[in-house]
């Protein structure tokens, strides 16, 4: 049997490198796994129970590390045993890529792996297609585990931290600022107050009023600003003149 496949991993590659190399981690991580113990320098000892089809064993064995290149590579030697369900043993070229930061400064990087593996006994029975089928499934839910715990150990951090920043106020047009004020001042006005039209129409005349101001001193003494119709600028000071009025 021989299985190759890659995987992005959210933490950086040194970080995956100490993770896949911490028995806590792999034990957690292995599905059906018990027990990954140090033996010797590199190698480990390993007890898992493992469903594959109608078959159902507890496998013990242990693993051998070499060629290790930290952080980037190392080989990985199994040879277990489940008693009458049968055996297997194989390798695996493990090898750990770097990627470019994201926008937000963090790291990944990308596992591919490569397995070759042998099976025998009741195992080897089952068939070809229902081996590969459980072997995917187990790499997947190793992986799935594996990405859980680096997202628990190194969390990551808020991908856009002004997404979260305050936004100011904005500060109100001009003649909303009006309209609020004659309105807060009608609110406390007499029988002869104006209506909330009269209102908005003073709200308006004042605005054009002050734009005409800012305008006129680039349009000329006799001509109005270029664009903007006379009667515009007359309606405009009429209802300033009212507003005057009327307040006075």
Known sequence: M??????????????????????EVLKLCIPG???????AEHQYSVAMALKIGPVSAKFAGKITLSDIVPPE????????????????????????????????????????YTVQATVGGKIAQLGQRLIDGAAKSMAEDFFKRFDNEMQRRHPRAVADDAA???????????????????????AGSGPGAPTAAATVSAASGATAAAEHSALAATAGD????????????????????LLAWWWN
């Open 33 to 39: 796994c018990e027990k990954v113990e140090p033996t």
């Open 222 to 241: 006799d001509n109005p600003p270029s664009g903007i119709p006379v009667w515009v600028w007359a309606a405009g000071a009429g209802a300033l003149v």
């Open 164 to 186: 979260g920043a305050a936004v100011p106020p904005e500060e109100p047009e001009p003649a909303v600022a009006a309209l609020a004020a004659a309105t807060g001042m009608q």
């Open 2 to 23: 021989e299985m190759q496949a890659s995987r992005t991993l959210a933490v950086s590659q040194q970080q995956a490198w100490d993770a896949l190399n911490d028995p």
């Open 73 to 112: 590579s190392y080989t990985i030697a199994f040879d277990g045993s489940g008693g009458v369900a049968g055996f297997g043993k194989g390798s695996a070229q493990v090898r750990l890529v770097p990627l470019p930061a994201d926008a937000a400064g963090q790291d990944s990087c990308e596992l591919h």
